[in-house]
């Protein structure tokens, strides 16, 4: 992360690749500050997840994101998907509820840290389409 935003500053700074882009209002900043932190929380309870579960259990519970996703959209831009996209996530999550009690290696803190991951991974998908329109 600290190389990316090194050499993004060197490419719009110095290199003039791109023009640069100033942050025009306080609640841009504060947009732009919660989307930051919600990307950090997400990559630091994934990370403490993984202390406590196999990889191979947190791709599973991972696979679980486009019903967040589903779930944050509908709450904060009130759009609602077709039904036939909701029935579709049953069975993903049903398939986690299954998998997660027969998992050998469960812990309940690693899985309560693996599914905030998540959640919060699809926070941040959700907000990032909200900064990228209109709305933001």
Known sequence: ??????????????????????????????????LSLVFCVSVVFGNISLR?????F??????????FTAIFAYLMT??????????????????VIIASGGEPSFHLF???????ATAARALKSVLQGILLSSEG
């Open 78 to 95: 009130l759009k609602r998907e077709a039904w036939l996209t909701y029935l579709t996530l049953v069975p993903v999550v049903a398939g």
């Open 58 to 67: 947190n791709q599973a519970v991972g696979a679980t994101t486009p019903f």
């Open 52 to 56: 406590f579960l196999p990889v191979s």
């Open 110 to 116: 690693g899985f309560i840290m693996c599914i905030s």
């Open 1 to 34: 992360m600290t190389a990316c935003s090194l050499l993004s500053y060197i490419a719009i700074a110095w290199m003039k690749m791109v023009p640069m882009q100033t942050i025009r209002s306080r609640v841009q900043f504060f947009k732009i500050s919660a």
